[in-house]
Each structure stands twice: as C-alpha cells, then as structure tokens.
C-alpha cells in the first residue's frame, strides 16, 4: 500500500503559525543562496590564486632580474677577459714594433724591456715574452754564432732535425732557468706553433695557437696556455701583401699566457650582490658566483674546456651564457653559469615568502570577511525583525483603528475630516466615503459638541458626555465625545476625535436607575426612592416651616392570603393595593412600596395632623371595597401607623421607624385601622433598631452561646434531661437574654439563622457529651414559631442530627401551644416529620395559650410542660394547684410525660411530688449552667442515673 503523501504542516508544533501566513524576511538574501557565505571562501581561494600567481611572477621576475644581472655580470668578466687579451696582445705589438725599430737588438735590451714592462704586477698572465727569429735553412749557422757573440755561449738551435724554414726563439725575459731553457726553440718544429706562427705572419696581426702544454709546463704538468705571436717585419711594419709579408718576414714576438691567469681574479673577487660596498653583515664569501667555462671548439663538440673555474661541488647552473671571444685570430667559447651562490639565491625566499604571505593574508581577510558578513547578515536580521516588528506593530495599529469598537476620527487643523474607523462612520450614521474631507463642525447637531471641536483645534482637550441625545452626521443619540489634539514640536498635527454611541448604556443606565428607585412589582417607588422622597419633603418641610407626614401601611393577614392562595395571587392583590393607595393621594403625595406587603405614603405640606389622618382614613374606605382576583372576591385591611416631621422624628429612618411601630399599635389595637406615634413608642423603636443591628453581628462574629438547664426526677432528683438556652455575650453590654433580643429576632426573621445554629450546636454538645462521658441525655431546644412555619424544620432537625450520629431521641423539641394553634393541621403534619425522624416533641408554655384541649390529641406529642406562671402563682397563693393538677391528670390520661418549670421552692416541689408531676426545672435545682458544668453535674451523678445511650 502506498504511503500517503506526508503533509508538511504535520510535523509543524500546534503553537506555529499557519504555513500560508507570511513570514517575515528577515534578510534581502534569499536562505537557500548560499553567495554571502562563499564570499570567505571565494575571498580564500581568490587569494590564495593571487598568491601563487604573485609568487610566480615574483619568481618570473627575479629570474628575469637574475638573468639580467647575470648578463650584465658576464658582460663584465666577458669584457674584462677581451680586455687582458687586447692587453697582451698589446704587450705582444709593442715588443714587435721594438724589434722592428732595433733590428739589431741585444738580448740585454730585450730583458731591460720586460723587465719595464713590469709583468709580475700588470700582465699577470703573461708568462714571458720572446722573439723568435726566422731563420733561412741556411742561416742557422749564421744564427748561432751571432747569438754566442752576442753572449749566449750555450746556444744552440734545437731540436737539430727541422724543417727549411726555422723560427728560433732568441730572446725571453724575464730571465729565469725555465725561459732560459727555451732559449733556442725553433718554434716551427712543433705543429701547433709553427701553423699558428704562418697565421701571424701572413695576416700582419696576433695570432693565439689554441690551448697548449707550454714546454716551461711539460715537466709540471697540463696546466692550459696559449702563445700570442706578433709577426715582425723588415722596412715596413705591415706590409701590405701577402707575399710582402711573406718576404718581409722576420720574426714572432711570443706572449705565452696561462689561461687560468687569464680569468684569474675575475669571479673570485667580485659579487655583485655581496660586494665591497656590504657591510660587515654581508655574510660569509660563500664562493665564485659565476662558473666560467671557456672552450677552443663548440662546447659540444668538446670533450673538456680549456678552461674550467673553481666551482662548488655537484652545482647546477641556474642560468647559462656562452659568449664568444676572438683570441687571435681564434674564437674561444666561453661559457658562463650562474652559480648558487650568485644573485638569485639572495632574494629566492620573496617568492615563498609572497607566498606564505599572501596565503596568511587571504586567511585573514577570509575572516575578516566572514566577520563582516556574520555582522552583516546579523544586521541584516536584526533590520528585518526591526521592520517586521514595525510592520506588525503598524498592522496592529491599523487593526486597533478599524477594529476599534470606539469611533475614531482624524481631523485636519482645518476642521476636515481626514480619516476615520467604521465605528465612527457607524456612530454617525454615515459611510465612511461621506464623512472624509467634510467639515465635522458641520455634522454637529449642538453648540457643545462644535465648540468642544474648535477648542480641540487650538489645542484644548474636550471631553463632552450631554445627558441630552446629541446629532453626529446623520444619527441622534447620546454620545460621549473625546476631543484631543496632537501637538508635535509645538505644532497642532491634527485631532483626534474619539466618538462612542452611549445610548445603549444610558437607556441601561435609565432602567437601572428605574430599578434602583422602583419597585418591579407594583412600579411605586422603592424603599431607596422613598427616602429620598422623604428627605425632599422634608428640606421643603424646614424651608416652609410645614410638615411631613409618613403613613406606613401593612396588610392584615396578608400572609394567610399569600400561603393559602399562592404568590402570584398574593401579587395581584398587591398590584391592586397600589393602584388604590396610589389614586386618592395628591400629585405632591408619594406612594412606595417598602417590600412585602408593607406600603409607605408620604404627605408633604400637612399643617396638622388631622390631614394625615383623613388621608389614613381615605386609605381605610379604598381598600375596604372587595378586591376581585381571579375570580374571587376578598377584603384586605390595613393597620397604619402615621409618622410625623418634626413632632417624631426629623430623618427619614425616624420617620419610618416611628410610622411601623405605630402601625404594630394599630394592628394591636384591632387593625384596620390607624395611629398616630407617641413618644413612648419612639423610643422603643430606636432601641430595636440598634439591636436588630447588633444581633445580626453578634450572629455572624459568634456571640451567641448555649446554657443548659436540667430537668430533674421529681421523687429521685436526679437530671433527666437538659433544656438548652440561647445566651448572647454581648461586647459591651455584656449577657443579654433571650427576652430582650427574641422579640427583635423574631420579627427580622433573624430567628430563623439564629435557631439553624440553636439547633447544630446542640446536637454537637449531645455528640460531644457522650463521646466523653458515654452516656446520652435528651436536651430540649426552643423553636419558635417562625421555625416551625418555615416549613424546613423536619429536613434541618434531620440534618444537624445526621451530622452528630445521633438517632433522635436524644434531642427534644420545645415548640409553644400558640405556635401549634394558629395552624393546626400544617403544625400536625411538622411534628409528624419531626417523630418520624425520632424525636421527641414537648409542649412548652401548656395552659397559657388557647387551653384548647381538642387538639391535643391530634399531634404526636411526648410531653406537657407546665408553666412557670402557674407553678409561681402557687407559692403566691394567686392560685391553688388546680391547673397543674389537671395538666398532670391529662397528661397522663393522653400517655403524655409531664414537667412542671419554673420551680424555684421545696414548696412548689413537695406540691407537685404530690400531684404525681414526673419532673420538674427550675432555679430550686440549678438554674441554666454552661455546658463544662452541666458535664461535672453529670459525672457526679454518675452514669446510672443518666439515660442510656442507645
Ligand atoms: N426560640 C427560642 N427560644 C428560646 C431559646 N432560648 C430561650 N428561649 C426562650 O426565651 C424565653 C426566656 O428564656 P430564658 O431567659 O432562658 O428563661 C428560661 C429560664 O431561665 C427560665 N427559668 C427557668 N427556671 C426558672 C425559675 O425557677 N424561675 C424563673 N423565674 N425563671 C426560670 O425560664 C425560661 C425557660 O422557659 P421555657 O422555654 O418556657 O422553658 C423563654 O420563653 C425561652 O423559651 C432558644 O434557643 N430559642
């Protein structure tokens, strides 16, 4: 199976960016041209060429100078060779045109010539000179014995067998025993001499024999010369034919020369390079720089040189020359080598040293190059993060303008609109092509708007929020407008004109507002707005010396209609209240609904306070008519307590307060009716006020705490059982009792949090008394009614009794008989949960309430408790035990268990021993004690006397 074809944003991380987004190039270079990072490279191998090629050219050149130099050096031996030849050849006219001019010449005058011509010094090469006369075949005779007169005593022409013609050496100086040896040499016996003697003679000029063994030689070896022979002549020094010559023919003037002497000092004395002129540091004479090889035929043809110089051993000739030179009347080759020592060899290390050089530098620049393009394409980078930074952030600032969810507008110093984002054009009800070039002073609806503009053109930032709606280009709303002018360099730029559309947020504002100061259901003002309302009044009150009345309104038994008929019933009959309340009051008058069914009317304007009360009284006659809701018809009645400013009260919260607790009076007094506040009643409601306040504190920071006070075995003494009782430690008032702060809580409905905990903490003092002591013993708790009708105390009883472990008949619920009787059926259905769950229920307060004994038997009660009253009224003698003794004998003809509290004497208790009353409470045995000694009263007691733990 095929592979399917990888996707290359596969193994892209989920974080990148998409593939097809643009990035960014960060360099002009496209990545995959690799040209910046050969340019090193190139630069190396570009240089390093140059190198080489530099070397070449340097070593190209220094041969050519080499060569040049060689050349000229040659030259110079070359011309220095020329010259000695001329020179002894010179030597050899001059000793021929003297033996011309003194035909008769003395070998004594011979020798004296020599010995001027100072040879040892000036012509070193020249062995001797001689002359050698021509002899006829017929004339030795003559010959030898003019020479023995003339002196030479010895001589003798020898070797004796020669030719006709003899050329005998007559003269050689200087005089030493080798030259004196040659002394009568016929020359012309020997080959080589007598064919050069006839070249001299016929061409009138000096003529060399080619390289000889002198005879002065022979005996010490080959050591290469040559004789220079100058032809002498009778009458005319050259005559002018061949056969003149020939006939005039007298003589040679021999000038034997060593060849060796002849190069002798030319290359050992001087280099040019390491010359006279070198200084001490020249270095060492390292030897000849010029080999010299000098040869009488083509050096090819030759087997070995005439002539050959000192030279190192197994050396090369770098560079050779052969220069020819005519030695009389022969052409010698002279060939001449360059030797190691010469001119090259001092500069030969340039070459390499360019070389190296030039290689090193190439290195370098290489680098530096690579540095340069690292700091280059660094730069580079660096410019196009830079740029694609500015174009995002550009991008960015583009996206923030049309994005903006603000209007935006760029205006010109002239007042043009120059630029502007769709939310401008969208908050001006115009496109954006209409609003460019036009003059927004022109698209202001208002004053404001067009002079907060022309300030913002002279450099004066503007801001302008109008709660009325305001006209931009095309629409009418409300509109916050932001005028701000940018000012570059002391300059006025343009301005930047910020536009919102706030209508949305005012009419959100407006109902808010609505909601904040009416009330959702009847759409009277709230509690909030009736304050205000009040304070109103009542600064107009204080100004016109007038009064203000506050008429607070409850509905009787508003509740039964509620819980009976249910709450939109309950609200309808509300809506319906309002609309009466609300059309028999003046224009100036308030109405308001303060929650519930409570209503407030505020009258401004009351000079007495029987203009308060017709009002009261017009609210009683409204609502006395019947209501239809759904089809049913009703009566509601209000009790209404009437506040007035300033005889009451001078703040709203006075006002009010005073108002409900003349209300509570009206309802006391029979309702459906109305009362005016007395001065006593102000005061208590101030107190209640604070104290509302400070329960509500003390409930939430933990002030409230539980004593318990036992209930006692009438005939044993011993704790049966515990009634728990709220306490409140108050900060700075210290122990409050459940008397003065129940009422208050009962009415706030803060009852109902404050038995939640009544409830858990006892229960938790059960657990926590039996995991210490082992033992478990009932505690009865107090519900009150609001408790009891919440409807929620099966479920929580079950809960705080779930959380401790217990099963229930540790706990005992207390509830009054007046709780019970309001509403038999529902409180039957209650304590029936409550027994389901294990409970036991007592009936706290029996005989205060309705004394009504038919109910008893409809609920699961386990106890009666005998009130305090009528055990106090025993000992008094208000009443005798009458009552008591009926509650115990109904108590036990129902199967009810019956404690009597309140006992405080031995009196009270012998009598109820007497009535058989089971048990009893009260200050006679303790009175309520915190938990720590409720636990040391029953360890005492021991565990015998307590309850078992089940
Ligand atoms: N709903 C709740 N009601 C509670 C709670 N705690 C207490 N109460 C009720 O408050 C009323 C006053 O209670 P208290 O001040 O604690 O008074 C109790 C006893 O101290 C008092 N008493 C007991 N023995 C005597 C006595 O010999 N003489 C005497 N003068 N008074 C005595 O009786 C009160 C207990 O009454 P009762 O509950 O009827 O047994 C009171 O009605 C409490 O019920 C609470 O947590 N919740």
Same mark, same amino acid.
């Given at each position: 199976m095929a592979e399917p074809a990888a996707d290359p944003a596969a193994d892209q991380p989920a974080d990148r960016p998409p593939a097809s987004r643009p990035k960014p190039s960060f360099s002009r270079f496209p990545r995959n041209l690799p040209l910046p990072a050969l340019i090193p490279a190139l630069a190396l191998i570009a240089g390093c060429g140059l190198s080489v090629l530099a070397m070449l050219q340097s070593d190209r050149l220094l041969t050519q100078e080499e060569e040049h130099r060689f050349a000229t050096r040659v030259e110079e031996i070359h011309g220095q060779m020329a010259d000695r030849l001329q020179v002894y050849q010179q030597v050899a006219r001059s000793a021929?045109?003297?033996?011309?001019?003194?035909?008769?010449?003395?070998?004594?005058?011979?020798?004296?010539?020599?010995?001027?011509?100072?040879m040892p010094r000036r012509y070193p090469g020249i062995i001797s000179v001689a002359y050698a006369r021509a002899v006829p075949a017929t004339g030795s005779g003559e010959l030898v014995a003019a020479m023995r007169a003339a002196g030479l005593t010895n001589f003798r022409i020898w070797p004796e067998s020669a030719g006709a013609e003899r050329v005998v050496n007559i003269f050689t100086a200087p005089v030493d025993e080798a030259n004196v040896r040659a002394v009568g040499f016929d020359m012309m016996s020997e080959a080589t001499r007598r064919s050069t003697i006839e070249r001299a003679r016929d061409s009138g000029e000096p003529a060399a024999t080619r390289a000889i063994t002198l005879k002065i030689d022979e005996a010490a070896g080959a050591k290469p010369a040559l004789i220079l022979y100058q032809a002498t002549y009778r009458g005319d020094p050259l005559p002018p034919s061949l056969?003149?010559?020939?006939?005039?023919?007298?003589?040679?003037?021999?000038?034997?020369?060593?060849?060796?002497?002849?190069v002798d000092g030319l290359v050992d004395e001087k280099r040019p390079d390491i010359g006279p002129d070198a200084g001490p540091d020249a270095g060492p004479d390292t030897g000849p720089?010029?080999?010299?090889?000098?040869?009488?035929?083509?050096?090819?043809?030759?087997e070995f040189p005439l002539y050959r110089s000192r030279r190192p051993l197994e050396t090369t000739a770098a560079i050779s020359l052969t220069r020819e030179l005519p030695v009389g009347g022969r052409v010698w080759t002279v060939r001449y080598d360059s030797l190691p020592d010469?001119?090259?060899t001092a500069h030969e290390w340039v070459p390499g040293a360019l070389l190296v050089g030039g290689i090193a530098l190439s290195i370098a620049l290489s680098l530096i190059l690579r540095m340069m393009l690292a700091t280059h394409s660094r730069a580079v980078e660096l410019a196009g993060r830079m740029t694609a930074?500015?174009?995002l952030q550009e991008a960015e600032r583009q996206q923030l303008f049309t994005q903006a969810p603000l209007g935006i507008a760029l205006v010109g110093t002239n007042g043009l609109l120059t630029d502007c984002n769709p939310a401008f054009g969208a908050a001006a009800g115009l496109a954006r092509e209409e609003l460019l070039g036009t003059d927004l002073r022109l698209r202001f609806g208002d004053q404001g708007?067009? &002079?907060?503009?022309?300030?913002?053109?002279?450099? %004066?930032? @503007?801001?302008?929020?109008?709660?009325?709606?305001?006209?931009?280009?095309?629409?009418?709303?409300h509109f916050s407008l932001h005028f701000q002018p940018v000012i570059l360099a002391e300059e006025l730029k343009f301005v930047l004109a910020f536009a919102e559309d706030i209508g949305e947020k005012r009419r959100a504002e407006q109902h808010i507002q609505y909601l904040a100061h009416f009330d959702a259901l009847t759409g009277l003002p709230n509690r909030i707005l009736l304050f205000d309302r009040i304070a109103q009044a009542l600064r107009e009150a204080r100004r016109e010396g007038s009064k203000v009345a506050v008429l607070f309104i409850d509905l009787d038994r508003f509740k039964v209609i509620n819980?009976?008929?249910?709450?939109?019933?309950?609200?309808?009959v509300l809506r319906s209240v309002a609309r009466r309340l609300r059309s028999g009051l003046r224009e100036s008058d308030t109405?308001?609904?303060?929650?519930?069914?409570? &209503?407030?009317?505020?009258?401004?304007?009351?000079? %007495?306070? @029987?203009?308060?009360a017709s009002v009261a009284e017009k609210v009683v006659a409204h609502l006395a008519s019947p209501f239809t809701v759904g089809g049913q018809n009703f009566v509601v009645t209000p009790s209404i307590g009437i506040s007035l400013y300033p005889d009451d009260a001078e703040d709203p919260e006075g006002l009010i307060r005073c108002a409900d607790i003349a209300m509570y009076h009206a309802k006391e007094r029979g309702r459906n009716g109305f009362r005016f506040v007395t001065r006593e009643m102000g005061a208590r409601s101030r107190e209640r006020m604070d104290l509302e306040a400070s329960l509500r504190k003390a409930i939430r920071e933990g002030q409230l705490f539980l004593v318990y006070q036992p209930q006692v075995d009438t005939l044993t003494g011993r704790v049966v059982g515990l009634e728990a009782l709220i306490r409140w430690r108050h900060p700075e008032e210290g122990l409050i009792l459940p008397g003065r702060f129940l009422p208050v809580a009962e009415e706030t409905g803060l009852v109902l949090a404050m038995g939640d905990w009544v409830l858990f903490e006892a229960c938790e003092q059960i657990r926590r008394w039996r995991s210490r002591l082992g033992l478990s013993i009932p505690v009865a708790v107090n519900v009150s009614g609001a408790q009891f009708r919440d409807g929620q105390l099966p479920a929580k009883v079950a809960r705080a009794l779930d959380a401790n472990g217990l099963s229930g008949p540790e706990l005992e619920i207390e509830v009054t008989e007046s709780t019970l009787i309001d509403d038999v059926e529902s409180a039957a259905a209650t304590l029936e949960a409550l027994k389901q769950r294990g409970v036991l229920i007592a009936l706290d307060d029996f005989g205060t309430g309705y004394s009504s004994l038919s109910y008893l038997h409809r609920l699961p009660i386990d106890k009666l408790k005998i009130d305090r009253s009528f055990i106090h009224d025993l000992s008094t003698g208000a009443s005798d035990a009458s009552v008591p003794r009926a509650i115990v004998g109904l108590g036990r003809s129902l199967g009810l268990s019956v404690i009597a509290e309140g006992v405080e004497t031995q009196e009270q208790l012998q009598l109820l021993r007497d009535l058989a009353c089971e048990s009893y409470q009260g200050f006679l045995f303790s009175r309520p004690i915190p938990a720590e000694e409720v636990e040391r009263l029953l360890g005492r007691q021991g565990a015998a006397h307590a309850v078992a733990v089940e």
């Open positions: 021929a045109s003297l033996v011309m001019t003194f035909p008769d010449l003395h070998w004594t005058q011979w020798n004296r010539f020599v010995e001027a011509l100072d056969e003149a010559r020939q006939a005039s023919f007298t003589g040679v003037v021999a000038v034997p020369v060593r060849i060796g002497s002849l720089d010029t080999g010299i090889e000098i040869y009488d035929v083509p050096p090819a043809e030759a010469g001119v090259l930074s500015l174009r708007s067009v &002079f907060a503009l022309e300030a913002a053109l002279q450099g %004066e930032s @503007g801001r302008l929020e109008s709660d009325q709606p305001l006209v931009l280009g095309g629409r009418r709303s819980d009976s008929l249910g709450h939109s019933f309950g609200d309808e109405v308001g609904r303060l929650g519930g069914d409570e &209503f407030l009317i505020v009258l401004r304007r009351v000079m %007495e306070p @029987g203009d308060a």
